[in-house]
């Protein structure tokens, strides 16, 4: 079947994402878009999917738990799980590699977890956009422990994008699929390497930005565990 996704959206967890990032607002404006499935990938953090995970379950909304995490190397890696359980054990991990920077939130935006009601029930004091202290490599491992599967995310942007600060994507690494920005797919980068699947999602900290039905992927079914099956084939 073919299902319409974006699997790259920030919460207000993050503290680039928008405040109106709501996990009320994020799946209703996923349901008007004509979404199937979601993934919240907010930076080292997989606090807000809990909230998401329930909300989509009752609209109907496939949500594939992830992160977008922060390697060594400054490299942003969506991380995705099969189920929030799993998230959430790789999330609690991965704050004991994170630099011990407090958030400093008029410079950088508050850091909200919250409910199914989207009221506040906490934040988290460490930045979450530093990179954490362990390797491409290392993390695709621990990823890989708790069931999940990592894609190096917008691998055409000078920010964050594994070429511009490796060089190139090492086969050793084992990728099966990347991630290219919009505008990485209109520039051709889609045909690095046309061995690797490509993901092209919004990366959205606005509401606004989140996808409209121009993604559709071929899966068995409307399933995290049937995306990480994609992913990994
Ligand atoms: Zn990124
Ligand atoms: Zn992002």
Do not use: W
């Given at each position: 079947m073919k299902y319409f996704a974006d699997l790259h959206i920030h919460s207000c967890l993050s503290p680039c994402g928008?405040?109106?990032?709501?996990?009320?607002?994020?799946?209703?404006?996923?349901?008007?878009?004509?979404?199937?499935?979601?993934?919240v990938t907010d930076h080292n953090t997989a606090r807000n999917l809990p909230a998401v995970d329930a909300l989509a379950r009752e609209a109907g909304l496939c949500l594939v738990p992830?992160?977008?995490v922060t390697t060594a190397e400054d490299v942003h890696m969506l991380t995705y799980f099969p189920d929030v359980e799993r998230a959430?054990?790789?999330?609690?991990?991965?704050?004991?590699?994170?630099?011990?920077?407090p958030l400093?939130?008029?410079?950088?935006?508050?850091?909200?977890i919250m409910n199914e009601e989207d009221e506040p029930v906490g934040?988290?004091?460490?930045?979450?956009?530093s990179a954490l202290s362990e390797s491409i490599e290392q993390l695709t491992a621990r990823a890989r422990r708790h069931g999940g599967v990592c894609v190096p995310a917008h691998i055409d942007k000078e920010s964050h994008g594994i070429i511009a600060l490796?060089?190139?994507?090492?086969?050793?690494?084992?990728?099966?699929?990347?991630?290219?920005?919009?505008?990485?797919?209109?520039?051709?980068?889609?045909?690095?390497?046309?061995?690797?699947?490509?993901?092209?999602?919004s990366d959205a900290h606005d509401l606004g930005l989140i996808l409209e039905r121009v993604q559709p992927l071929e899966l068995a079914e409307k399933s995290a565990a049937c995306f990480l099956k994609y992913l990994d084939s």
């Open positions: 928008g405040e109106d990032m709501t996990p009320n607002n994020i799946v209703n404006m996923a349901l008007l878009k004509g979404l199937d499935i979601i993934a992830g992160l977008e959430l054990a790789f999330s609690d991990e991965i704050y004991g590699l994170l630099p011990d920077i400093n939130a008029r410079f950088f935006g508050e850091q909200t934040s988290i004091d460490r930045l979450l956009i490796l060089g190139f994507i090492n086969p050793h690494l084992g990728f099966r699929t990347v991630e290219v920005s919009p505008r990485g797919v209109a520039a051709g980068f889609s045909q690095y390497d046309p061995r690797l699947k490509v993901l092209s999602n």
